[in-house]
């Protein structure tokens, strides 16, 4: 798994310095869910299985991290040729790009979480982290495994003008090894038909 914090950027080498600058305009609770993209590229030697993208909304107490409310909510797959083309000049031989939103029974949820931190007091609000993070899940189709298995996100919302990379050719087994992920140990192989063939 593959974990992107979208509001702990700064503290990564990888961000973009533009990116820095257009996530100023990001609000997570303005934003319009049903406008969030979330984009992934990454070596065709990998598969993102069906369901193998998510997005998780967590706060926690400052003081104590205990964690007050989370949200898990599946991603799935967009297969608009339009959107895609948006993405065009990030393309490279050997390379995929995929494309998830949030279904729309799944938005509901996520404007509840909006709802619950703007009805907060500024008091109570000053007392709390909130989090979005998005996970994917892959494994390798081949035996083959390429020395480094570098993964590029994205994310688009109306209110960034379209899609701006968050984190650029992040190799994704060393942020397995380092544990970041909870996950232990390099990219597993694919063990079934499903997953072997999803794009």
């Known amino acids: 798994m593959l974990c992107l914090p979208l509001f702990l950027l700064t503290a990564c080498s990888h961000v973009p310095v533009a990116t820095m600058v257009k996530l100023a305009n990001f609000d997570i609770l303005k934003t319009n869910p049903a406008g969030l ?13 069906k ?24 991603f799935v797959r ?22 998830y939103r949030l279904p729309d029974d799944k938005i509901p949820a996520f404007k509840a979480f909006q709802t619950y931190l703007l009805t907060m007091d500024k008091a ?17 189709a081949f035996e083959h495994r390429p020395a480094r298995i570098l993964v590029s996100t994205y994310l688009k919302a109306d209110e960034l003008g379209g899609y701006i990379p968050l984190l650029r050719d992040v190799d994704l087994e060393e942020q397995m090894a ?4 909870g996950v232990d140990g390099g990219l597993p192989r694919c063990t079934d038909a499903r997953a072997a063939t999803e794009g």
């Open 78 to 99: 967009v297969s608009s040729k339009a959107e895609r083309a948006e993405l065009s000049a990030e393309l490279q031989e050997g390379r995929r790009i995929a494309i």
């Open 178 to 181: 380092d544990g970041k992920n």
């Open 37 to 49: 993209r979330v984009a992934v590229r990454y070596p065709a030697s990998i598969r993102i299985p």
């Open 124 to 140: 109570e609000r000053d007392k709390i982290e909130g989090n979005m993070e998005v996970g994917v899940d892959g494994c390798l």
């Open 51 to 74: 369901g193998g993208a998510r997005m998780m909304l967590t706060v926690k107490d400052k003081k104590t991290g205990k964690l007050v409310m989370e949200e898990k909510l599946a």
